[in-house]
């Protein structure tokens, strides 16, 4: 759907779907909200190989896995669930053939930490969306 008019940062903030802007970063579009509540609850929980499973999410490889545990481990905070805040300050950009997308993490203390989750996120060819967990971190 195109607008004669620009989006006002509501209407960005509710976008459903993801948006292939290599100008500007976006919003994350509600599509891929739940998804990315999973993984942040996977790693709350202290899963961070993702060991259980989440659809559409590539498991995350040992070596990765372990630096998470580490930056998370040295933050020195527990991390919990995203609240509703999150996708106020959380991004994303088409880098040309794949989103890159960084996520603001909640720690039990502090509530929204220094701490963001990034991912890779690419089409997938059945219409939905693959994940791919890069890393947590302070930038």
């Known amino acids: 759907m195109h607008s004669l008019t620009p989006m006002t940062s509501e209407a960005m903030d509710s976008a459903e779907y993801p948006v292939k802007d290599e100008e500007s970063e976006r919003s994350i579009p509600a599509i891929w909200r739940p998804t990315i509540r999973q993984i942040a609850s996977a790693f709350a929980c202290h899963d961070y190989q993702l060991g259980n499973g989440i659809s559409g999410v590539d498991a995350v490889p040992s070596d990765t896995a372990e630096r998470i545990r580490r930056y998370i481990a040295n933050y020195g905070e527990e991390l919990t669930e995203l609240s509703e805040d999150t996708w106020k300050s959380s991004v994303c950009i088409w880098m ?40 947590v971190y302070v930038p």
């Open 96 to 135: 040309g053939n794949r989103w890159d997308a960084l996520v603001d993490l909640w720690t039990v203390a502090e509530g929204r930490s220094d701490l963001v989750l990034e991912l890779n996120i690419y089409e997938a060819g059945d219409g939905g969306y693959k994940f791919s967990v890069y890393m």
